[in-house]
């Protein structure tokens, strides 16, 4: 495949970050095809629009996605990426990996691909870029029979869970993300292989409200990690903070010289419901009004840790724009046990009470979180046997157009206008 002039794209050569165009440049050494996707890029940048053509449908047998097909629409300029379909990877929880592993998977990449890949898609597949159709089964019989590993999710199903690093390399995990995540993706394997959906549906698991995963903005079931008793103090650490002996926030600022840690100042007058105070050189705080922000937690590492008695919050319904607006989830279970000692029971009873009602009741294309909008909080609620609490809302609603079940009403609905006419004349 031949070379192309590509003078747009030289330029995203120059600077300091990692360029994208100096490692295709490099790629297409071995797989020449890479000449081809730089060229129908550049003739992009030129024509200020995309070059693929509408949609793909390819896939491997027994599954209903995993694999995003695509064509090029100036294919005979650009042969190589006639055929450019992208497969999705089932990723590791947290993406640890060996390099045995990776080793592996690029050697079956560039015999059946382009070599060119994504670490990570969005979502957290690992993403490998550019195939032809004919090579989607023998690449599959290769992950599957030499690698043990599966695809990803794509279409209306459960797509790839992801979490974040949560306890293997974390002190604020209130549960195991990455075990919780795994488990699920194995227990759903036919519910991500299989579309049986109105639409695609999303876990992500974060260990703690810092939501290093982005689940509360990225996830259909948002679970993030909380505790339910107090903070843990350490007072003596408190000290050390104080005297300028430990580096707030873990040394996150150092860039800068913002001035002597102030505990005052930065901790105690930034919490969100002013629930901590200090007493002599004693740090306390009002546990029952502590929201778990996490800021203080975030600022003194060292001194202050989550509460022992740990769970997850269950948020559900966030989604992008389209089409009714972004949402991010809205607080369903302020506090579930997430263990693996009963398998994750709690949690996988919740999702399946969503599904067995989403399934049937959800339009077509439409999200969870705009299903909870059209039938309403209450009655998803009632749908999912939870009791409506003040934790449920931020604020009451303001208008007065409340509706009532029949049966709280008093003498019911069914009124006689003849009746209401013996006291009232037309
Ligand atoms: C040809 C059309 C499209 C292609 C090739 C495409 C491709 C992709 C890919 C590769 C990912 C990352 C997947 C992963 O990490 O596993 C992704 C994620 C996503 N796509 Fe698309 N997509 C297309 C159309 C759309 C459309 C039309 C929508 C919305 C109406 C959409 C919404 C999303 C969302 C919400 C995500 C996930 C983002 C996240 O998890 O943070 N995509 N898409
Ligand atoms: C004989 C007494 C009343 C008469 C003749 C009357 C008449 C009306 C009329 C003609 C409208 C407009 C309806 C429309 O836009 O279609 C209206 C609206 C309204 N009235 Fe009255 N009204 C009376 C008493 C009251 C009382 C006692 C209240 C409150 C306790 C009240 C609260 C309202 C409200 C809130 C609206 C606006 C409703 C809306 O925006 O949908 N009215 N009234
Ligand atoms: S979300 Fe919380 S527990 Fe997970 S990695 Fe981030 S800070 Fe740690
Ligand atoms: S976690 Fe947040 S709300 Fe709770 S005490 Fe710390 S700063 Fe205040």
């Not at 629409?73 to 990723?91: M, N, S, W």
Request: negative net charge; charged residues 25%; hydrophobic residues 35%.
């Amino acid at each position: 495949m031949a070379k192309h002039e590509t003078p747009l794209l030289d330029q995203l050569e120059s600077g300091p970050w990692p360029s994208f165009v100096s490692d295709l440049k490099r790629q297409a050494e071995k797989k020449p095809e890479c000449w081809d996707i730089l060229g129908i890029l550049e003739l992009s940048y030129k024509d200020r629009i995309t070059h693929w053509k509408h949609g793909g449908i390819v896939g491997v047998f027994g599954y209903g996605g995993g694999i995003v097909g695509r064509y090029a629409d100036v294919p005979k300029l650009f042969p190589g990426v006639e055929h450019f379909h992208t497969i999705r990877v089932a990723q590791p929880s947290s993406k640890y990996y060996s390099t045995a592993n990776l080793r592996q998977l690029m050697d079956l990449w560039e015999k059946h691909g382009s070599g060119m890949t994504n670490f990570h898609g969005s979502t957290g597949d690992i993403i490998l870029l550019g195939t032809r159709t004919e090579n989607l089964e023998p690449f599959f019989w290769d992950l599957t029979h030499d690698m043990g590993q599966d695809l990803g999710g794509s279409g209306s199903n459960l797509r790839t869970p992801a979490n974040c690093v949560g306890q293997s390399r974390c002190e604020w995990s209130c549960y195991d993300t990455e075990e919780v995540c795994y488990h699920l993706t194995m227990h759903y394997q036919d519910e991500i292989h299989r579309p049986a959906f109105p639409y695609k549906f999303k876990f992500k698991f974060s260990g703690c409200p810092n939501d290093c995963v982005a689940a509360i903005a990225r996830s259909d079931v948002s679970v993030i990690g909380t505790w339910r008793d107090n903070i843990r103090i350490d007072q003596a650490a408190v000290k050390e903070y104080v005297a300028g002996n430990y580096p707030p926030n873990g040394g996150a600022h150092s860039g800068r010289d913002w001035g002597k840690f102030d505990l005052q100042k930065e901790v105690i007058d930034l919490c969100p419901t002013e629930c901590m105070w200090m007493e002599g050189d004693e740090l306390k705080i009002d546990d029952k009004e502590c929201t778990r922000c996490m800021h203080c937690i975030n600022v003194m590492p060292r001194a202050l840790r989550p509460g022992a008695d740990q769970g997850a919050s269950v948020c559900v319904g966030a989604k992008a724009p389209i089409l009714d607006g972004a949402q991010f989830s809205t607080l369903i279970v302020p506090f579930m046990k997430v263990s693996k000692d009963n398998e994750f029971e709690e949690l996988i009873e919740f999702i399946e009470g969503i599904w067995d009602w989403w399934m049937e009741v959800g339009k077509n294309r439409e999200r969870v979180g705009e299903t909870m909008q059209r039938v309403g909080l209450p009655t998803f609620l009632q749908v999912m046997g939870i009791d409506p609490i003040p934790q449920h809302v931020k604020e009451p609603r303001s208008n007065p157009y409340v509706f009532w079940k029949e049966e709280e009403v008093e003498g019911g609905f069914e009124r006689d206008i003849v009746e209401f006419r013996a006291k009232h004349a037309a």
